[in-house]
């Protein structure tokens, strides 16, 4: 190979590597915009007198499968009975 292929496949990736870089930089921007919503809401909702600790677990439960959820339901509720708690 060349030099001049060498040098020419280099700055193409080193291109290549600035764009990703710029995409990243510019997602990290609108994800500390976004974070910064998720705040503003949660302080709303807290103003609200609503309970941010329980909004952010529905927010968890809501994400997961039902049939999954069900089976943590199960297990979750076979612990606190072997510890008394239920």
Same mark, same amino acid.
């Given at each position: 190979?060349a ?7 280099? +700055?193409?990736?080193? /291109?290549?590597?600035?764009? @990703?870089? $710029?995409?990243?930089? !510019?997602?990290?921007?609108? *994800? #500390? +915009?976004?974070?910064? /919503?998720?705040?503003?809401? @949660?302080? $709303?909702?807290?103003g !609200?007198g609503?309970?941010a *600790? #329980?909004?952010?677990?529905?927010l ?20 606190m ?6």
């Amino acid at each position: 190979m060349a030099d001049s292929e060498v040098t020419s496949a280099e +700055g193409v990736a080193a /291109d290549e590597l600035k764009q @990703f870089i $710029e995409r990243l930089e !510019r997602l990290e921007e609108e *994800k #500390a +915009g976004i974070m910064g /919503d998720i705040k503003e809401v @949660f302080a $709303e909702l807290k103003g !609200r007198g609503f309970d941010a *600790k #329980a909004v952010r677990e529905i927010l968890k439960i809501r994400k997961q499968d039902h049939a999954e959820r069900q089976e943590l339901d199960a297990i979750l509720e076979l612990y606190m009975q072997a510890l008394g708690m239920v």
